[in-house]
């Protein structure tokens, strides 16, 4: 498996609470990437980061922030959780091998449930 | 934007038979296409990947093949085995690696 770490592996919440899961990785990769699964809807990207301070919106971004301070680290913040953030995390992270995309690599995930 | 279709959602085989999953994408821009599988309780796990410059790739029991064209890429497994029930998602590739999904296929192999 890839080094990827998250944490909390499970977390229940209460409706308006601040929320922050980590992903942490040893693969000294580029990009990180938050995702979030829900039956239907397969894997959607909330926000993902290039680099060291630089991030970026994905197509699921309102209610999320980010942040990554160091390379290893990629934190993913719900500002005041909502029902509608139920929901299983995932990150992942991709090396940069020259042009062209290459292969991202999942971490175990985070079941948050927000009451 | 990039959008990615994926059937059948439902795929159940005999043990020994062929499975077959189809996706198609919007982008042409898309040029990687990588095939995850995930079983219960964990996180997607890369399976079998192509790129745009490639039609077709192999691994073992498993093959992908890419038709740009008609911009649709497909997941052949052959010899199933009760071992390869899972879910499985297609992916399709943007800028800075972003992946976007299909929304996934339920393989069940009965043996």
């Known amino acids: 498996d890839a080094g990827i770490t998250q944490s909390p592996r499970h977390k229940v919440t209460e409706t308006g609470t601040p929320v922050t899961l980590r992903c942490h990785q040893t693969?000294?990769?580029?990009?990180m990437y938050w995702y979030r699964q829900d039956p239907g809807h397969g894997l959607r990207l909330i926000h993902y980061?290039?680099?060291?301070?630089?991030?970026d919106k994905g197509e699921v971004s309102d209610g999320y922030s980010v942040s990554r301070s160091k390379t290893e680290d990629f934190l993913l913040t719900l500002e005041s959780a909502t029902s509608s953030q139920t929901s299983v995390y995932f990150c992942?992270?991709?090396?940069?091998?020259?042009?062209?995309?290459?292969?991202?690599?999942f971490g175990q995930g985070t079941r948050l449930t927000v009451v | 934007g990039e959008n990615v279709e994926q059937h059948p959602s439902t795929l159940s085989v005999q043990e020994g038979d062929s499975a077959v999953i189809k996706c198609t994408y919007s982008?042409?821009?898309?040029?990687?296409f990588p095939w995850y599988k995930q079983e219960l309780g964990k996180g997607p796990q890369l399976i079998i990947d192509?790129?745009?410059?490639?039609g077709e790739k192999k691994d073992q029991r498993i093959a992908v093949t890419l038709n740009k064209t008609a911009k649709h890429f497909s997941l052949h497994i052959t010899e199933t085995q009760p071992e390869d029930s899972a879910v499985y998602f297609c992916?399709?590739?943007?800028?800075?690696?972003?992946?976007?999904f299909g929304a996934g296929t339920i393989l069940r192999v009965k043996s």
């Open positions: 192509i790129r745009s410059n490639v």
């Open positions: 980061s290039y680099g060291v301070k630089d991030t």
């Open positions: 693969e000294n990769h580029r990009y």
């Open positions: 992942a992270i991709s090396p940069t091998r020259g042009q062209g995309s290459t292969e991202a690599f």
């Open positions: 992916a399709a590739s943007l800028l800075r690696n972003k992946l976007v």
């Open positions: 982008d042409s821009a898309s040029n990687y």
